[in-house]
């Protein structure tokens, strides 16, 4: 099957207003199912490392949907995802859900990688939640976005 979540990463990683917030290449703060971890303390020669491991984008599969009809898979699925955006604080949150936002949407037909994508449809998201990070005083800022996306998908034979 088609790894929908590879073809946004990659996608999301080429997006220069994404990048910008979140690093980029195998640096890119974007992964799947799980906040990356923080870096540890700086190397020799390094001023200081950014022991927030943020902004970030995590990335959530919510429901695959194959389409199908009386003669059986029709090569195509509607998939849900979730997009959450963290950041320090509700304004990094939000730059960064607009920047996630926009990527999604600025072509949402054509080829994401190999994964060829009938439509990208925003189905909304919520605002701002606030969660305490390792049981210690700071804080961190989701903002989430949901997307449908429409896709072709090989027909098992």
Request: aromatic content about 4%.
């Amino acid at each position: 099957l088609v790894d929908l979540l590879a073809a946004i990463t990659e996608r999301l990683k080429l997006s220069k207003i994404v990048t910008d917030l979140v690093g980029s290449g195998n640096d890119a703060r974007i992964t799947q199912s799980n906040l990356p971890q923080r870096p540890g303390p700086p190397k020799a020669g390094q001023q200081k490392a950014n022991n927030t491991g943020l902004p970030a984008i995590v990335l959530h599969e919510i429901s695959t949907g194959p389409e199908s009809q009386l003669s059986g898979s029709a090569g195509t699925s509607g998939d849900r995802v979730q997009i959450d955006c963290y950041a320090v604080d509700p304004a990094g949150a939000g730059a960064l859900r607009e920047a996630v936002r926009w990527s999604m949407l600025a072509s949402p037909r054509g080829y994401w990688g190999t994964l060829f994508v009938q439509s990208c449809v925003h189905e909304g998201g919520s605002g701002d939640k606030v969660f305490a990070v390792d049981g210690s005083d700071r804080h961190l800022s989701r903002r989430i976005l949901e997307f449908v996306i429409q896709h072709e998908e090989p027909i098992p034979v």
